[in-house]
């Protein structure tokens, strides 16, 4: 579980890549998700990456979008939204000290 707290789901998927807890680098499953994520329905969690696909997910107009398919189950998150939620955790820290 990561030391930071998260504003959405989305924010805790990014932060647990980045903890290195799920995920290879930029490529993360859609089974890691399921696994990491065993508390919140499979439903949900289920789609959490394809919803989140940069380029063909039109179906989930209000889903934050950084993922890209691969193969199948297989996702690369893009790095940008690492790297923002990077930024994030680190504008956080400051304002805590």
């Given amino acids: 579980m990561s030391k930071y707290i998260a504003k959405s789901i989305h924010d805790h998927l990014l932060d647990a890549m980045l903890d290195g807890l799920i995920g290879k680098g930029l490529v993360i499953t ?33 889903w934050r979008k950084y993922t890209q398919r691969i193969g199948k189950g297989i996702y690369r998150v893009h790095p940008i939204a690492l790297a923002n939620r990077l930024r994030s955790r680190r504008k956080a820290e400051t304002t805590i000290d």
């Fill in 30 to 62: 859609r089974q890691e998700v399921m696994s990491f994520f065993a508390d919140v329905k499979k439903s949900y969690t289920g789609v959490m990456l394809s919803n989140a696909e940069l380029e063909t997910s039109e179906s989930s107009p209000t």
